[in-house]
């Protein structure tokens, strides 16, 4: 049972505990299953600070070396979030990552933030993993106002667009919501006004909120970005925002020291360390816990001529493999890739061909490959520029990050981008 012990080691519930208390962010859930007209999730920007920006993504075994890091760093640290860079519930991961870090720090609080789709289908199993805090993303009560704030929802393999997706996930929204609720989870709700769209609706939004049981209302500002439809859509002023705020209170408590935090945020509220750490991130999401390094000398490299590596995982025939002798690295053979086709068994073909390699350096790849690979202990890297270049990161003497791929699909032939993976 949550206690007011729990809510007050809670930075973002907790206003009073921002000083004194710190999260850290996980980014293990790439994957989403909205589509929102304000998102563009853009990896590997460390100068730039808002949801759903992260420098890497983590395995959950990742996950836990990389909180044991940070914990040495800051050891003020009493929450463990999960924030993306996609919504958790879309991704298997995220239980999996809870279930692990709650065995080994139990003295730890527990939270995720989510769009709410997928909730009714996991809130009771999160509550019983022991998470504590649930944030659930509720931008309008109204489905013709919801449909302008998102493109589409997809339901398992059926894809919704409109009033359609917008009444869905408003239903799951309210459901997942009061199952938490009935499991004593505490729940914060975010809403993000968008001027001309729901920032006349924001208060219809507080009071069904308020009827759900909802234990705290983030009323926040659009960020407008670059590359959605609402890129032009004008920032709020502070004055709506405080006049909204104002209003909402009388309805359901409100928070109003949010930092709008990455998804691999760590750190206090007012001392986020996130581009101190985004190094040691970076190691760990290199890192194969638990896989013998011995047992796999080798690399393998997609490559159009040889010399670079320009070929998306998903086109690749054939796969080059490299050794390390010394300073020096060796071509060992090619290896002609699975068959096109087959879904996951040709991923599944694929880890099996590369069973001694600890890597694959890929232009660019979905997740479902990604993930099938790293479980088996192959772990993919998304870079561009000379193979030996790439190579002497992999081995530890280089800098993948000034090799990072500009390459993010392949437009309908493969990844659209539209949060799916291939």
């Given amino acids: 049972m949550t206690t007011e012990k729990d809510l007050s080691k809670h930075p973002c519930f907790n206003r009073e505990s921002a000083g004194t208390c710190g999260r850290v962010h996980l980014p293990i859930a790439p994957k989403c299953n909205i589509m929102c007209n304000f998102c563009n999730r853009k ?9 759903g920006v992260t420098s890497a993504v983590l395995s959950p075994a990742q996950a836990l070396l990389y909180m044991d890091k940070v914990l040495e760093k800051e050891p003020r640290i009493t929450v463990v979030g999960i924030a993306g860079p996609g919504d958790p519930l879309a991704n298997p991961e995220t239980i999996e990552t809870i279930a692990l870090l709650k065995d080994k ?28 805090h649930v944030t659930v993303t509720v931008n309008a009560v109204d489905p013709k ?69 909802v234990d705290i209302q983030n009323i926040m500002p659009i960020f407008p970005v670059a590359d959605t439809p609402f890129a032009d859509v004008p920032a709020p002023t ?44 970076g190691d760990c999401a290199k890192a194969l816990p638990g896989v013998d390094l011995a047992k796999r000398p080798y690399v393998a490299v997609a490559s159009r001529e040889g010399l670079l590596v320009n070929m998306h995982l998903g086109e690749a025939h054939k796969f080059q493999i490299w050794k390390q002798d010394g300073d020096n690295f060796v071509f060992v053979e090619d290896r002609y890739a699975p068959e096109p086709g087959g879904g996951t068994k040709r991923w599944i073909d694929m880890a099996k061909l590369l069973l001694d390699c600890r890597a694959v350096l890929i232009a660019a790849c979905g997740e479902t490959p990604r993930k099938v ?41 493969c990844c659209g981008g539209g949060g799916e993976g291939c």
């Fill in 43 to 51: 990896y590997d920007c460390v100068s730039e600070s808002r949801p």
């Fill in 105 to 132: 720090y139990p003295h730890l609080l527990f939270c995720l933030s989510t769009n709410g789709l997928a909730l009714p289908a996991h809130a009771k199993t999160l509550a019983e993993l022991g998470v504590t």
């Fill in 145 to 213: 106002i919801g449909a302008k704030v998102y493109s589409w929802a997809r339901d398992g393999k059926v894809i919704l667009r409109g009033e359609a997706a917008a009444a869905l996930l408003l239903s799951r929204q309210l459901e997942g919501i009061k199952i938490l609720k009935e499991h004593d989870v505490i729940v914060k709700s975010n809403t993000i006004v968008i001027p001309g769209v729901n920032d006349h609706h924001v208060l219809e939004v507080s009071k069904t909120l308020s009827e759900l049981g």
């Fill in 238 to 281: 502070h004055e709506l925002i405080h006049n909204l705020r104002e209003k909402a209170k009388d309805v359901v408590p409100q928070m109003t020291h949010c930092k709008r935090c990455r998804a691999d945020a760590v750190g206090l509220l007012g001392k986020d360390l996130s581009g101190e750490m985004a190094g040691i991130l």
């Fill in 373 to 413: 690979l790293a479980d088996s202990g192959v772990l993919p890297y998304e870079c561009s520029g000379l193979v030996e270049s790439a190579l002497a990161e992999v081995y530890g003497a280089g800098d993948l990050s000034k090799l990072k791929s500009r390459r993010k699909g392949l437009g309908k032939a």
